[in-house]
Nanobody, 124 residues
Framework: QVQLVESGGGSVQPGGTLTLSCVIS????????MGWFRQAPGKEREAVGA????????YYADFAKGRFTVSHDGAKNTMYLQMNSLKPEDSAMYYC?????????????????WGQGTQVTVSS
């Protein structure tokens, strides 16, 4: 059984910083490819970024480049999303997702495992 648990969400002022965590537990090699997604009310769930554990590669949506950083700590089985220079339009529920094999990182339907999400609100 693979489980993903996000934490670190909260309320922050525009320009602020938050770091989200996603603790991953379960079968080895079931989570070699990991991603972050977000969904705002009334909008589709969209990809934020992803990490390929085998290649050590990271991928970012255009809106995330230069502001967000995806990283992974193997010893802690945890993936992180550091978000800097936050904007009100970054407000959303943020989810982590994982899959054993490589996926098209923007395609949410290709991820097998999902967390429950953590809320991020950016407001003055």
């Amino acid at each position: 059984q693979v489980q993903l648990v996000e934490s670190g969400g909260g309320s922050v002022q525009p320009g602020g910083t938050l770091t989200l965590s996603c603790v991953i537990s379960g079968k080895p090699y079931s989570t070699n490819f990991m991603g972050w997604f977000r969904q705002a009310p009334g909008k589709e769930r969209e990809a934020v970024g992803a990490f390929d554990l085998r290649l050590g590669s990271t991928y970012y949506a255009d809106f995330a480049k230069g502001r967000f950083t995806v990283s992974h700590d193997g010893a802690k089985n945890t993936m992180y999303l550091q978000m800097n220079s936050l904007k009100p339009e970054d407000s959303a529920m943020y989810y982590c997702a994982a899959n054993g094999g490589r996926v098209r990182w923007r395609e949410r339907n290709e991820y097998k495992y999902w967390g429950q999400g953590t809320q991020v609100t950016v407001s003055s």
